[in-house]
């Protein structure tokens, strides 16, 4: 499947250089639209200022590769993507790229713009050899809500342009508390990332989640409380699939853990218990001269830098807990972060989704190119962009996902969370949407598909059914529909046409929203999204 949309896709491309082969502006576009669809997925870190976009960028690649100072270079976007070679180069707005010296301090990899200011740069761009690169692009984009206009207009100029859709396939969004310029950014990047589909492929993160609990060992549990509510909260809710919770400076230090560290930490670990629980009281008084403990302030400094005073914690915690190796540790450390949780999350519903978004944003440029440079002969080409839509599901799918947590999903009691594993809050395996074992055989995946089939087709049809209910059971059967095809089921469903829209209370007239309570406000925002939901099926994804 993942195949053939590229493949469909590149054709189109092509059929398209074809006739603009003479037009060198417009065919220097198309093939920039080839080369992004055989990239790897574009996946963009965003966030207010100080929310922690370069520390969890360092943490998810396992090296310290993204500066996390105030320099001029984290006010410029950058691009992380895989070399067999280190490589980094400067694109200033003016002028021709220019490569920059790979230089490191301390571990760290030390970027400088040389005579050029950062209103000066466009983008630099990283190649590294690390496998974690080898799937996805990175990209760090300056903080929004900046003091500095100029810096938050070029994280909007490159994830929520005016006139195009999004450069970034997907974005995970940090915040640290939520902000009404956090929603205003997340909706600008819904609607240019997907048009008027409105798609959503953003996760949130619950950055610095160690702070919220002032440090203590338990404070990820409340931050996960935390991130539970900004998933309920009205204005998010339909912006984010998700909200996790992450201590990035912790899984930043996990991941690049260092030995002379762990014995350090072994140290603070076999002090009297008294004397640690003193010690670590704070950050302030970890740091201050003591002889409870043989490691200097400077490298009790460090050690705070590196883990902040809960990865401390936490660390001496694990150590007398029975870990027994720098390794271990650092496994056990991340593993506590919650950058495993966001990591799994975004693979199974960005990376598994990977064809479909690049193709999205690749369709939706090309529609605009095919616009500002109209010729004779596009008929093919505009065919080929009609037919790859009709296919591109999975985005009504994300769609669904989001609205079950924003407004609900309109069906009988029991039947939210099938509808929502059905269309891959989970992961988008067969087995995983079907509620099976993933070792099932294909019998039991074929009776099981069938048997969805059967139960959503019925609850579709029933004559008590709401409009807005048979659109989401529209989304479902489409759903599958892909999966009898893939576990070889052999049986047609039909078109989710075939199965007519039911009328009922909710196509009725409604009152004035003006004249309403709070309370029937959000009946009808949660109508008009169940509306939404039930067109989808009747509308191209990519418009």
């Not at 008294?274 to 009790?300: E, I, K, M, Q």
């Not at 989970?426 to 069938?450: K, N, Q, Y």
């Not at 925002?525 to 509306?531: A, C, L």
Request: glycine fraction near 10%; aromatic fraction near 4%.
């Amino acid at each position: 499947m993942t195949t053939d949309v590229i493949a469909d896709t590149d054709s189109v491309l092509a059929a398209a250089a074809d006739i603009y082969h003479r037009d060198s502006a417009a065919l220097a576009e198309i093939t920039a639209l080839r080369n992004r669809l055989h990239e790897p997925l574009r996946l963009a870190i965003a966030g207010m200022v100080k929310a922690g976009k370069s520390t969890l960028l360092n943490a998810i690649l396992g090296e310290q590769i993204a500066p996390t100072d105030t320099g001029e270079c984290t006010r410029v976007v950058t691009w992380y993507r895989y070399s067999a070679t280190p490589s980094i180069t400067l694109h200033p707005r003016r002028g021709v790229p220019r490569r920059m010296p790979i230089r490191r301090e301390g571990g760290r990899l030390v970027l400088s713009l040389g005579d050029l200011t950062a209103e000066e740069v466009e983008w630099i761009d990283i190649g590294w050899p690390l496998d974690g690169l080898k799937d996805v692009i990175l990209i760090d984009t300056p903080g929004i809500a900046s003091l500095s206009e100029d810096t938050s207009a070029r994280t909007r100029r490159f994830l929520t342009p005016d006139e195009s859709p999004s450069t970034a396939d997907a974005v995970v969004y940090l915040m640290r508390h939520l902000h009404g310029a956090d929603v205003h950014f997340l909706e600008a990047f819904r609607d240019t990332a997907a048009g008027s589909a409105r798609s959503v492929c953003a996760v949130g993160v619950l950055s610095r989640a160690d702070e919220i609990g002032s440090g203590r060992i338990d404070s990820l549990l409340s931050a996960g409380k935390v991130a539970q509510r900004y998933e309920r909260d009205g204005d998010l809710a339909s912006l984010v699939l998700r909200v996790v919770p992450v201590a990035g400076l912790l899984a930043e230090g996990a991941r690049t853990l260092r030995e002379s560290e762990y014995i350090a930490l072994r140290e603070l670990a076999g002090l009297e218990r008294g004397a640690r629980d003193r010690l670590l009281v704070s950050a302030d008084r970890f740091t201050r001269p003591t002889s409870a403990t043989a490691l200097s302030t400077a490298v009790r400094e460090d050690l705070l830098a590196r883990f902040g005073i809960f990865g401390v914690r936490l660390a001496t915690a694990l150590i007398r807990g029975g870990v027994r190796s720098s390794s271990e540790l650092s496994e056990q450390m991340v593993q506590q972060s919650g950058l495993i949780e966001l990591q799994d999350f975004v693979a199974a519903q960005f990376h598994a989704r990977a064809a479909t978004l690049k193709t999205r944003g690749v369709l939706l440029e090309l529609q605009r190119v095919l616009g500002e440079h109209p010729r004779d002969g596009l008929d093919e080409v505009h065919a080929g962009i009609e037919r790859i839509t009709l296919g591109a599901h999975t985005l009504r799918e994300l769609d669904l996902l989001a609205m079950a947590r924003s407004d609900g999903l309109p069906l009988p009691e029991g039947e939210v969370d099938a509808a929502e594993r059905i269309a891959g809050v989970d992961g988008i395996g067969a087995a995983t949407r079907l509620g099976l074992p993933e070792d099932a055989d294909g019998d039991t995946l074929r009776a099981r598909v069938t048997e969805e089939i059967d139960h959503w087709r019925h609850l579709a049809a029933s004559p008590l059914a709401e409009r807005a209910t048979v659109g989401v059971c529209q989304v479902i059967l489409r759903s599958l529909e892909a999966i009898a095809s893939e576990v070889g089921a052999g049986r047609a469903l039909g078109s989710a046409s075939d199965v007519v829209l039911a009328g009922g209370p909710a196509d009725g007239a409604g009152h004035d929203a003006a004249e309403q309570g709070e309370q029937h406000q959000r009946g009808l925002r949660r109508k008009k999204g169940w509306d939404r939901l039930a067109a989808l099926t009747q509308r191209h994804p990519f418009r």
